[in-house]
Structure formats: C-alpha cells, structure tokens
C-alpha cells in the first residue's frame, strides 16, 4: 500500500488565501480509480496500491490549478510505499493514538 502526502502551493494568487484552488484540484482527482484521499488542514493524503495513481493525481492536482490561470505551482509530495502489508492511512493513526497516553 502507498500513502502520499501533497501539499500544493499557488503561486503568486490575487490573495493570501490559496483554498479555492486546493479544492478545485481535489475535485479533479475524485473519479481517480484506485485511490482513496484524506484532506487535512496541511494537505491531502493519497492512498493507492499502485504508484503510477498517484503519480496520475498529483499531476492531474498541479494541472489543475494551473488551468486556473496560475502559472507557478509548487508541489511538495511525501512516498510511504509499503509492501510487508496492507495497511490503509486509518490503521496507521489507529497504531499512532494505541500508544498514547
């Protein structure tokens, strides 16, 4: 199983905030076969057990905003690939709040 982390980044947009456009790109990998995501406050966590879907949703994300007339976009993405198991991004919070206190 592989879990991505992306953060997308508008670049120089007509305010500070850059929401719009992070919604707007995960719109556009919702129909995306084979990959599950997560949105948090920081970015959106991508799950697939195939790298190339991953790869396919952070392009479609960064082409996107692009398409929105933004002409510099930046895109910080972190791999968890993971092949001993399966375990899916609720099973590795559940082990993380297991060993708190």
């Known amino acids: 199983m592989i ?3 992306i953060s997308i ?3 120089a947009t007509k305010t500070t905030s850059a929401s719009f456009y992070i919604a707007k790109a995960i719109e ?3 129909k995306i076969e084979n990959l599950r995501y997560e949105i948090n406050a920081m970015g959106t966590i ?3 057990d195939n790298i190339d879907v991953i790869n396919t949703a952070t392009k479609q994300m960064m082409e996107t905003v692009h398409n929105l007339g933004i002409a510099r976009v ?3 993405i972190k791999i968890d690939s993971r092949r001993d198991k399966q375990v899916k991004m609720e099973e590795k919070l559940d082990s993380i709040k ?3 206190s």
């Open 9 to 11: 980044y508008p670049m």
């Open 74 to 76: 930046e895109v910080i």
């Open 46 to 48: 991508l799950e697939s």
């Open 28 to 30: 556009s990998i919702q």
């Open 3 to 5: 879990q991505a982390e």
């Open 98 to 100: 297991k060993q708190m």
